[in-house]
């Protein structure tokens, strides 16, 4: 799926330290909580959602190996779970939250486009804005590492706020199907949990992240 170049530059990702990271490997917490990288596991991952219906979702090898680079996406623009202190793809492994987490689905009007649905830990999960958002762009500002044109990203309805979080999503996807630069995350007093892309517009939501 992909070529050479691709993998030399995730062996180089892997030995990245992120600011947000403790410093530890991820998958070495050895509790027995969390799955393993490589492995599938349909019960420990939350059901396709609303977004993904009628569209081809990724199951097996196909959902292993996307979200083995999301996860390396993850790690270098700093998308961490701030309640768990992990990269937010671990939540997907995670076997305390087998709701919680990304799944995916090839647009089937366009198999050039992904489409993400994040589903949180909760209804009222405080994190929902920027970790979405953080996603949306980690996607779209690295797409030269995953074979898809675009990534659209948006929140199960489960969420209290899903409305309005995917009203933004939809603005920012359709500013960078435009501009063809993901928008950039407007500055402010305190760091976001989701680092922002350096290029592109302004980001106009109006949705408010407590990070």
Known sequence: MFGESYWAIRAILRGTMNP???GRSADADGDGSFD???????????????FLEGHDVLAGEAHVAFHDITRDLFEERGVYDATFGYNLA?????RRH?????????????PTVLRAEFSPTTEFCPQADALVKGSFRAWNGLSDRHEYDLVRVR???SHHQSDSLNETLESLESQYRESGEVPSEPSRDAPSTGA????????????????
């Open 90 to 94: 671990r939540l997907n492994l995670d």
């Open 20 to 22: 947000f990271s403790s």
């Open 155 to 157: 929140v199960r309805p």
């Open 196 to 211: 922002a892309d350096r290029g592109g517009a302004d980001d106009d939501s109006t949705v408010q992240s407590p990070f």
């Open 36 to 50: 393993e990288p490589g492995e599938f596991v349909p019960d420990h991952l939350p059901d396709p959602g609303p």
């Open 98 to 110: 087998p709701e919680a987490g990304y799944r995916y689905a090839v647009d089937t009007d366009d």
